[in-house]
């Protein structure tokens, strides 16, 4: 599944969702690829890494709504977001990111969290949430 590591079973041996009543927890999910390709990664020609948090970003709503999708859900169902950043020199392009996902829609809270690292070092964002099978597009 999009969003999660794919090409290592021993590292991916949990469930990407669990629901439980009315709530369907989401697994932390990255901007990757089903192809394990992490967009928005450039190799610069000095060998060091450029991550870009925008591009990671929207892959990661991406891949939440693909997994919403697969449950009947929508992004607009998500009730609660807990959002990892491993730079937080980069929160305003996170929360353009952001902004641009939820253009329109009504936004869950969420909380946004500084993280020294993530399980891949080309990772800069990972998100997990919480949706609701009942209506949850009421207002705040």
């Known amino acids: 599944m999009a969003g999660h590591r794919t090409d290592n079973e021993a590292v991916t041996r949990y469930a990407t969702a669990r ?55 929508t992004l607009e169902h998500l009730v609660d977001l807990t959002c990892y950043l491993t730079n937080m020199d980069d929160y305003m392009r996170f929360v353009d990111a952001f902004n641009k996902a939820f253009d329109g829609l009504n936004a869950p809270p969420r909380t946004t969290i500084g993280v020294a690292s993530l399980p891949d070092p080309k990772l800069c964002i990972e998100i997990k949430g919480v949706a609701c099978f009942s209506d949850s597009r009421a207002t705040d």
């Open 19 to 73: 629901r439980a009543g009315d709530l369907l927890y989401l697994a932390g999910v990255s901007g990757r690829g089903a192809d394990n390709v992490i967009p928005g990664v450039t190799e610069n020609a000095d060998g060091t890494v450029s991550l870009d948090m925008f591009v990671q970003t929207i892959g990661c709503f991406k891949n939440l709504e693909a997994q919403l999708t697969s449950h009947g859900l």
